[in-house]
């Protein structure tokens, strides 16, 4: 919320606890935002905060979040006071004009607060007890999001974005709630518990995140820079790799593995640690413009590229052949270097840490050149 593009944020606490709550409360005035200009902002002169907890009746937790009435649940609903909340003072801002971004934390006791209602006007209950029409709520809920042409003058051009956090019981994907979440949204970040542990932050698991939008961004990835897809791609391979192999090494050890495969997990701790971790507390890593994101996705896969072609070359020469000890022994100038481009501050500005960044493209190439040439 404190580095979003948004032009407002609606954050709904939906039957969190009363202490975490109050502890929002006291925290969100305290965060800054750098605005274009420069000038630092309260984060709270764009945040709006729709806080109901988890002590308070059922019916305003439902309601904190979708503002849509059933008509058999009117009379217990217009008891409460709320009646601008949640997805609905979003939309409130998006007809504006603003890009809005909401999150809703959390939709899984926004639908146990379902459940609840349900059972005391005696519905027929499905799978865990939860209403038949769970599924159909929730779509109604998701497709309220979304870039819009707003009525009326002057022309403007508002969105709403929707970040549900759901937390299924012993995080089980079988959830009623987290199935039918799953079966509407079209990105999903899976958070891990043991990324978390290892303090690796944002904790979310490369492995079973996606997003269905991909298709839709080709154009705009063409346009921005051809070579995105394909690097992407590949990173994705690597890292898929690099879970296949982890078994393999628990078992028999790194040292038993081909050069290949070493370099393939070298390259995916690259990409864990120096390339998805991030630390917010600091400038250079607090947010990551996207051409800073392309190149040093672009360096590391072309590092793992030449270290593949250099191995390869050289197991058919006669001179020495090129293992990867050796070529981190011997480029380990090089690949000090990938590791530290994350340190570099955007701040600097896009021609400058561009320039940089093509400087270590070409170096790994003349590095790689020059290690072959001698070990022939």
């Not at 991030?278 to 051409?291: I, M, R, S, V």
């Amino acid at each position: 919320m404190q580095y979003s593009n948004s032009d407002t944020v609606v954050y709904v606490g939906c039957g969190e606890r009363g202490n975490e709550m109050a502890e929002v409360l006291m925290d969100f005035p305290q965060l800054t935002m750098t605005l274009p200009d420069g000038r630092e902002e309260s984060v709270m002169k764009r945040t709006t905060l729709v806080a109901n907890t988890s002590n308070m009746p059922v019916a305003a937790r439902e309601a904190s979040i979708y503002t849509a009435l059933l008509d058999r649940l009117k009379a217990v609903l217009q008891l409460l006071s709320l009646w601008f909340s949640g997805i609905t003072i979003a939309e409130y801002f998006r007809d504006m004009g603003y890009n809005v971004s909401m999150m809703a934390d959390s939709t899984s006791r926004w639908a146990e607060a379902l459940r609840e209602i349900s059972g005391r006007l005696a519905e027929m209950p499905a799978d865990s007890g939860y209403p038949a029409y769970l599924a159909a709520r929730l779509a109604s809920f998701y497709e309220r999001a979304g870039k819009v042409k707003c009525l009326g003058g002057p022309e403007r051009t508002g969105s709403v974005t929707i970040v549900g956090a759901v937390s299924p019981p012993g995080g089980d994907f079988s959830d009623p709630v987290t199935s039918a979440t799953l079966g509407i949204v079209q990105v999903f970040w899976g958070l891990d518990k043991k990324l978390a542990q290892r303090k690796h932050f944002p904790s979310v698991n490369w492995l079973i995140s996606y997003s269905k939008y991909s298709g839709a961004l080709e154009s705009f990835y063409e346009k921005f820079d051809p070579d995105f897809i394909n690097i992407r791609t590949k990173a994705r391979e690597v890292l898929q790799r690099e879970d296949d192999l982890n078994e393999i090494v628990q078992l028999v050890g790194k040292d038993a593995l081909a050069e290949t495969d070493k370099i393939t997990l070298e390259t995916a701790k690259l990409l864990r640690e120096d390339y998805l971790a991030q630390n917010a507390f600091t400038p250079y890593d607090k947010f990551c413009p996207f051409y800073k994101s392309v190149w040093m996705l672009r360096n590391i896969i072309h590092f793992y590229n030449l270290a593949n072609q250099a191995v390869e070359r050289g197991a058919g020469m006669d001179g020495q052949k090129i293992t990867y000890t050796l070529i981190k022994h011997r480029l380990g100038d090089l690949f000090y270097r990938l590791v530290s481009q994350k340190f570099e501050d955007p701040a600097e500005g896009e021609d400058v840490l561009v320039g940089k960044f093509q400087k270590l493209h070409d170096d790994l190439v003349a590095g790689f050149r020059n290690l072959e040439d001698e070990t022939r």
